[in-house]
């Protein structure tokens, strides 16, 4: 008889660590706060009800566990361009990919974590509206709201970026 909890953490540690890396641009603060989010979630794996999928309790266990080590640090974020995507695909121009793919790094630690949540469920994971108004106790009509606001305010953000780069 497998462990269960062998199979949650196959399932879901991969979409866990890529959500905590987009938030902290570093390779070991992610699999750190990756493990923390495991270790906290097994530990009270008996008081998970089911009210919501399994994913989307660990997500909100995730946020939760980087808010914590952002209030403990209070230190900028370090930028790890060396290892921004260690599984990019061979293309044309690899260098303007990664370029680019920095670029929007930089642009997502920009913004506020809330705005950096919402893009990075929605658009980086695929997470219904519903499921991220459960991670981050939020109402749909306010993770609709967020979701528009927070892509607005990427926009503003990366066209400054650009047109500093000229």
Do not use: C
């Amino acid at each position: 008889m497998s462990d269960p909890r062998i199979e949650i953490y196959e399932n879901h540690k991969q979409a866990i660590y890529s959500y905590l890396y987009r938030s902290t641009l570093n390779r070991h603060i992610a699999e750190d706060l990756t493990q923390e989010t495991f270790f906290r979630a097994f530990k009270s794996l008996s008081t998970y009800r089911g009210d919501a999928s399994m994913k989307t309790w660990l997500f909100k266990i995730a946020r939760y566990t980087y808010i914590n080590f952002s209030v403990k640090k209070q230190t900028q974020l370090e930028v790890q361009t060396g290892t921004l995507d260690e599984r990019m695909a061979v293309q044309q121009d690899a260098y303007k990919h990664t370029e680019d793919k920095l670029l929007i790094q930089i642009v997502l630690v920009k913004l506020p974590e809330n705005y950096r949540t919402f893009i990075l469920l929605r658009d980086g994971h695929g997470l219904t509206y519903e499921e991220i108004a459960e991670v981050t106790n939020e109402s749909i009509a306010k993770v609709k709201v967020g979701i528009y606001r927070a892509r607005k305010k990427f926009r503003e953000i990366y066209k400054k970026e650009v047109g500093e780069e000229r």
